[in-house]
């Protein structure tokens, strides 16, 4: 598509329930970034794909965290047992192999509320 | 590892003035420097970027920022805002040959009033 895709764009979910936020990057990009962004706060590296190699894990917060990419199609990163803490815009970025001309690509992002 | 830190996290302006945005880093390694904007309910939009070469950078929308090495900063600048220009403002630092690994500022709330 023209741009990164996210979905849904909003979710409202129970304490304790399990929810999966979608990214749909741009075609050809090879890498994918998950962030979160807190009420107030700046971008939160969660985790980044690059193409079929091992992903880098390093920011997501806790093992309820997890996320997946198969080749260089859509993401889906998964939260289970939600928290309180957990509430936050979830953003998506990608951009093309030649990244470190910063062309990184985000999307509209999720809102995510833990009720 | 590198950090951003955004001095301020609201500016109110009015229209036609000028605007500043102050953006520090930190880092032990040559760095690459961003600044994004993110209007109400969007994605973010990169407005611009330092690489290398010219420390003056010119982006969209009007926007220019300077890399300053010796003060490591990369301020953010508009000679006159408009009101379309109200949006959350933010830094970002990647560091060279690491670049899956960027760090944003907690950004900076323009308000251009009236």
């Known amino acids: 598509g023209a741009g990164v895709s996210q979905s849904p764009s909003n979710k409202v979910t129970e304490k304790g329930k399990d929810v999966e936020l979608r990214c749909d990057p741009i075609s050809g990009h090879t890498a994918l970034y998950w962030y979160r962004q807190r009420l107030g706060q700046g971008l939160e590296f969660l985790i980044y794909f690059q193409g079929n190699s091992a992903p880098d894990k390093s920011g997501l917060p806790s093992d309820r965290f997890s996320a997946e990419r198969t080749g260089e199609s859509v993401s889906t990163l998964t939260i289970q047992r939600t928290q309180q803490e957990d509430s936050a815009v979830y953003l998506c970025?990608?951009?093309?192999?030649?990244?470190?001309?910063?062309?990184?690509?985000f999307g509209s992002g999720t809102r995510l509320t833990v009720v | 590892a590198q950090s951003v830190t955004q001095l301020d996290s609201q500016v109110p302006v009015f229209e036609e003035a000028p605007v500043e945005l102050r953006c520090n880093y930190s880092?032990?390694?040559?760095?690459?420097l961003f600044w994004y904007v993110q209007y109400p309910n969007q994605g973010l939009q990169l407005l611009l970027k330092?690489?290398?070469?010219?420390?003056l950078v010119k982006g969209i929308n009007g926007f220019e920022a300077e890399f300053n090495k010796s003060q490591t900063s990369f301020h953010l600048r508009k000679p006159s805002v408009h009101i379309s220009d109200t949006a959350e403002y933010f830094c970002?630092?990647?560091?060279?040959?690491?670049?899956?690994?960027?760090?944003f500022g907690a950004g900076t709330r323009l308000t251009v009033k009236p």
């Open positions: 880092s032990s390694v040559s760095v690459y």
């Open positions: 970002a630092v990647t560091e060279v040959g690491n670049n899956n690994d960027m760090r």
């Open positions: 970025a990608s951009s093309p192999p030649d990244r470190s001309r910063g062309g990184y690509t």
């Open positions: 330092y690489l290398s070469g010219s420390t």
